[in-house]
């Protein structure tokens, strides 16, 4: 945990479906990013840009467009030349390691704004890229490396005795939760492209026992400020009291992810229950419902926007969208403190704890 807690704000675009209508107006990742920051900057009241001193790109295949150093050609294109751009790739967990690098150079006194995108578009550059080359030797000494993220989830489920009932309960109980939360309201969604999109309404999984998330794609910004920008923000805010990645032996992945993010909450007195808001990395049913039983948290403080089975999949953007959720859903009266956990596979696990802000 931080010694001094970061403030949050952020926005992102809409998250379109594969191959939708909609995916033919949207720009380039680096074009799409580069109108994104000026929004998020003027909407905070940020004019003078000398106090910006690092941008962080996440994507989960950096070939194509998302190629050839992304976050440098997002800040030449943003005018912002003169900040250390950097591009990052880590899977689903790719927007906590840029996060984490980032507070590590606000919490130094390198810079007092540092700005941490993710951005996904699976129409335009496959899961896996366009020419996979998993390692031979790789896939001999650890074949369950490679699984795919459905045969992660069962694992889990398995480890923490989820029954497919129980995953099925959870997917109409957050169906019937979401409906009511009005997603199109999210005041963090903003259409930085020209042409309007031809779908107006964000994607929904329209069948509510569908056990895995729809692939879509979309960006996420953030920005993170050193306290003394306490007065100086406007519009919704949390504070980010802590980032983690963890990595750790991908053979034992299904059991260890849990217990990783067991250690962490115990090791920084955060107590499950004490949590208001949980955001959980869901490209599969099986990863929130083998959450939420093992650390006994109460279904309707879980993934309170719908998370991907109800907005879609998008990769490490996925992520992006969670911590935007988060802190919204500490806007709440009632939210004083919330979790984030993406569980990206391969034996990888990310953490934020975020309060009111």
Not at 45 to 61: F, K, N, P, R, Y
Not at 68 to 73: G, K, Y
Not at 227 to 254: H, I, K, M, Y
Request: glycine letters at 8%; aromatic letters at 6%; one cysteine or more.
């Amino acid at each position: 945990m931080f010694q001094s807690p970061l403030l949050m704000v952020g926005l992102r675009s809409p998250f379109y479906p594969v191959a939708s209508p909609s995916s033919q107006s949207i720009p380039r990742p680096d074009s799409l990013l580069a109108r994104m920051i000026p929004l998020l900057l003027e909407s905070n009241g940020i004019s003078d840009l000398s106090d910006l001193g690092s941008l962080h790109v996440a994507t989960s295949t950096p070939e194509a467009e998302f190629g050839q150093n992304l976050a440098r050609h997002v800040a030449v294109l943003s005018e912002l030349p003169q900040v250390h751009a950097v591009t990052m790739e880590q899977g689903c967990n790719g927007l906590f390691a840029a996060m984490q690098a980032a507070a590590l150079r606000i919490q130094t006194g390198l810079e007092d704004l540092a700005l941490v995108a993710a951005v996904d578009m699976p129409d335009r550059v496959p899961a896996q890229g366009y020419n996979p080359a998993p390692s031979p030797r790789l896939m001999q000494r650890v074949p369950r490396y490679f699984s795919p993220v459905s045969l992660i989830a069962e694992e889990l489920c398995r480890e923490a005795g989820v029954s497919r009932d129980e995953e099925t309960g959870y997917l109409k109980a957050l169906r019937a939760r979401v409906n009511a939360e009005k997603l199109e309201n999210n005041p963090c969604v903003v259409r930085p492209w020209d042409e309007e999109p031809k779908q107006e309404n964000e994607p929904l999984v329209q069948n509510e026992i569908a056990r895995q998330a729809s692939p879509c794609g979309g960006a996420v910004l953030i920005l993170l400020a050193a306290p003394s920008w306490e007065d100086r923000l406007v519009g919704p805010r949390c504070r980010l009291n802590g980032v983690r990645t963890l990595s750790f032996a991908p053979q034992e992945r299904a059991p260890q992810a849990l217990q990783a993010v067991s250690r962490f909450l115990k090791s920084h007195k955060l107590e499950p229950e004490a949590q208001d808001v949980w955001e959980l990395f869901d490209p599969h049913v099986g990863f929130p419902a083998a959450f939420q039983k093992t650390l006994s948290i109460p279904s309707e403080r879980i993934n309170r926007f719908g998370g991907a089975l109800m907005q879609g999949d998008a990769g490490t953007a996925t992520a992006g969208r969670m911590m935007l959720d988060l802190m919204l859903g500490l806007q709440s009266n009632q939210a004083r403190e919330g979790m984030a956990v993406v569980y990206s596979g391969r034996g990888m696990v990310g953490l934020a704890h975020c309060s009111k802000g």
